[in-house]
């Protein structure tokens, strides 16, 4: 079974800079892309970015391009999230989640594992 979980949350003012880290069990994390997805309060989750399985290619969504940084570590089975400029419209819950394939993809439809989420709030 794999686990994920997520941290580095917080309130932050915005134009802060938060890091959120997602560590995940199991012995075949490089195998699989990784992605960051957000849901705020009374809207669907939407994709946030994703990474490759060696950390090769990403992909961001429009609104986080330029501010955001997805990275990964495999010696450590960690992903991460770099979060610069934090506007109050970042405000949302983060979630981690594992890919089917080693392919990256932002279609959450494509993501088989997620975690529990870490909250993020941007104060104005």
């Known amino acids: 079974q794999v686990q994920l979980v997520e941290s580095g949350g917080g309130l932050v003012q915005a134009g802060d800079s938060l890091r959120l880290s997602c560590a995940a069990s199991g012995r075949t994390f490089s195998n699989y892309a990784m992605g960051w997805f957000r849901q705020a309060p009374g809207k669907e989750r939407e994709f946030v970015a994703a990474i490759s ?72």
């Open 53 to 124: 399985w060696n950390g090769g290619r990403s992909a961001y969504a429009d609104s986080v391009k330029g501010r955001f940084a997805i990275s990964r570590d495999n010696a450590k089975n960690t992903v991460f999230l770099q979060m610069n400029s934090l506007k109050p419209e970042d405000t949302a819950v983060y979630y981690c989640a594992r890919a089917r394939s080693v392919t990256l993809t932002i279609m959450i439809a494509s993501y088989d594992y997620w975690g529990q989420g870490t909250q993020v709030t941007v104060s104005s």
